[in-house]
């Protein structure tokens, strides 16, 4: 088998060395962020350089995979997660270009969440994920832009903002920024710092509501009527309540 055909087998397939690949792909994604928030608390030392060295690698050896097998590769090299690996890569193979770009890094968890085979996959495998989806989407949405948005602020205002020392004063104005709260301990400066204070503001408080939304929301299932395709049911809806054809959700067996 050609190589080409044999990562295509692995990131497209539906066999369980296939599956096995991508929940693979995923723990190394989560590794990747655990290790990125817990090295920005960290010294500059050889071991982390060397650290950083090995994941961009593995990020590279990734994303020259998912280039290769992609049947339109200037489209897919040119969408937005796609530049972001690369500049997470940047930032992990040459780390004086600044270790806050590998925030981005944290894209590719959401990307990886979102295609079409691991959520197929997640919700055969996981009852928690199927119950769940929308609040687990949301809340990986809301963790990613608070992430993204504190290596920003970070990147930018350390060196000329005496109140942001480190991660954790970038995180707390994030968050205070985010709710609104507004302590104004923490401000940033410059033009630059009060646009990245409004995009805060703005998405922020987007993707907050939306993880609020869908935590008071009754609990219900997504199974579209295969009449008037409504979406969301009662779990145990027996008739659509919209045009009343009988529905057939699947339940998850008598425990």
């Known amino acids: 088998m050609r190589l080409i055909d044999k990562l295509r087998l692995l990131y497209e397939g539906d066999t369980p060395e296939a599956h096995r690949f991508r929940y693979a792909l995923l723990v190394f994604d989560i590794t990747t962020v655990a290790f990125i928030v817990a090295s920005s608390f960290l010294p500059h030392s050889p071991a982390v350089q060397i650290a950083d060295v ?23 090299f040119l969408h937005p997660t796609t530049l972001a690996d690369v500049a997470a890569i ?5 780390p004086i270009v600044g ?10 968890t959401v990307r990886l969440l979102r295609t079409y085979q691991l959520l197929a996959r997640l919700r055969a495998d996981s009852v928690f994920f199927r119950r769940n989806e929308e609040l687990i989407i949301a809340s990986v949405n809301l963790g990613v832009f608070i ?20 991660y954790v ?24 710092g009060h646009l990245i204070s409004v995009v805060i503001m703005i998405f922020g408080v987007t993707l907050f509501l939306r ?7 009754p609990n219900k299932v997504k199974y579209p ?31």
């Not at 270790?99 to 590719?108: A, K, N, S």
């Not at 707390?172 to 630059?192: E, H, N, R, S, W």
């Not at 993880?211 to 929301?217: A, E, H, I, K, T």
């Not at 027996?238 to 009343?244: R, S």
């Open 54 to 76: 090995v994941i961009g690698l593995f990020v590279l050896a990734d994303f020259s995979a998912r280039l290769a097998i992609s049947q339109n590769r200037w489209k897919d």
């Open 90 to 94: 940047v930032s992990f193979l040459a």
């Open 99 to 108: 270790e806050g770009i590998g925030f981005l890094r944290i894209l590719r």
């Open 147 to 166: 992430f993204i948005m504190t290596g920003f602020v970070y990147e930018t205002q350390h060196r000329a903002n005496d109140k942001i020392n480190n």
């Open 169 to 192: 004063d970038a995180l707390y104005f994030t968050m205070a920024a985010l709710t609104t709260t507004g302590f104004g301990d923490i401000t940033l400066t410059g033009t630059l």
């Open 211 to 217: 993880l609020v939304q869908v935590l008071l929301r």
């Open 225 to 255: 009527c295969p009449v008037c395709a409504l979406q969301r049911h009662d779990r145990d809806a027996v008739h659509c309540k919209a045009c009343g054809t009988i529905l057939n959700i699947p339940d998850e067996g008598v425990i």
